[in-house]
């Protein structure tokens, strides 16, 4: 059984919801100008973008360290 992890504001969100939330809220283009990955820069789709950060750990922690910013 997996551990509860009741102080992880991450736990039992998905990437794609996160990575719409922000779409939603700043747009690609912005969003490529406050994280600077080229799939958010470089004709970007939800669907490249989520293969690039599940390929890429550190793309990853910027992502959701944005998204933590804005759901306080």
Excluded at 12 to 23: I, M, P
Excluded at 38 to 58: A, D, H, I, V, Y
């Amino acid at each position: 059984m997996p551990e509860e992890q009741p102080n992880n504001p991450l736990h039992g969100v998905k990437l794609k919801d996160v990575l719409t939330l922000l779409v939603e809220k700043y747009g690609w283009e912005e969003l490529g100008e406050r994280i600077n990955i080229n799939c958010f820069k470089s004709n970007p789709t939800m669907n490249s973008s989520l293969k690039f950060l599940r390929k890429e750990q550190w793309a990853r922690d910027k992502v959701e360290n944005l998204y933590l910013k804005v759901i306080k």
